[in-house]
């Protein structure tokens, strides 16, 4: 039963463009949402994280935004750049230990 | 130490025999997590330590596997009669206490098992 879902399995931007990468959960009673890139043969980079008081969250270039009603996560990359061409997983919880993660989506960044 | 460290990065086993990993978590942070990820998946948990106890367990981590982490530092994750369906790469991550999830864990770079 996937808790966590990616729709988009990859997404193409060109450089300079905003990068939206979205993310849908099925358990209500989720509280923690994070974010993490993943480059081949290396593990998961954390990114951003939101907890469910907050329905926003910017840190530089990247912003989640939490819709509760909606059970939606977004992560808006803006500019994107070359470097940012990596999978992007997103990863929810209740407790904040036990994380469900998503199926990723391939972000490529056109120069 | 700048990272979260797994032996061995590739582990290529017959099915039947055992096999264990290594991880040495960033030396400050007093929770370590596995996870495994199979291709085209995300991660799965399987269990998570706080110091040197197991305080939680997945479904997913059948009888074959064990892990510990005997002194609150390293942890080792064991696969007893290995199958094929284990082929995975197993990733350690650890965090510290305070963070309950909001800035996130720190993965290391995986130990990809591969059962022939």
């Known amino acids: 039963d996937q808790q966590v879902k990616q729709n988009s399995p990859s997404l193409s931007v060109q450089e300079g463009r905003i990068s939206i990468l979205n993310c849908d959960y099925t358990n209500s009673m989720f509280d923690y949402f994070l974010w993490y890139k993943k480059y081949p043969a290396e593990g998961p980079t954390f990114l951003i994280s939101?907890?469910?008081?907050?329905d926003k969250n910017e840190d530089g270039r990247f912003t989640v935004f939490l819709n509760k009603s909606a059970k939606h996560l977004s992560l808006h990359i803006v500019p994107s750049q070359p470097g940012d061409s990596a999978v992007y997983f997103c990863?929810?919880?209740?407790?904040?230990?036990?994380?469900?993660f998503g199926t990723g989506t391939s972000l490529t960044v056109i120069p | 130490d700048t990272g979260v460290s797994q032996n061995p990065r590739h582990k290529i086993t017959k099915r039947g025999q055992n096999v264990t990993f290594r991880c040495d978590p960033i030396?400050?942070?007093?929770?370590l997590y596995w996870y495994r990820q199979t291709l085209g998946q995300g991660p799965e948990f399987l269990t998570y330590?706080?110091?040197?106890?197991?305080?939680?367990k997945s479904r997913l981590l059948s009888d074959r596997f064990s892990a510990e982490r005997p002194k609150g530092s390293f942890s080792t994750l064991e696969i007893q009669r290995t199958e094929q369906g284990d082929s995975a790469m197993y990733l350690c991550?650890?965090?510290?206490?305070?963070?309950?999830?909001?800035?996130?864990?720190?993965f290391g770079s995986g130990t990809r098992l591969t059962v022939v």
């Open positions: 330590f706080q110091n040197e106890a197991q305080l939680e």
């Open positions: 991550a650890s965090s510290p206490y305070a963070s309950q999830g909001h800035y996130g864990y720190t």
């Open positions: 030396s400050e942070h007093n929770r």
């Open positions: 990863a929810a919880s209740r407790t904040g230990n036990q994380f469900y």
């Open positions: 939101i907890s469910s008081i907050k």
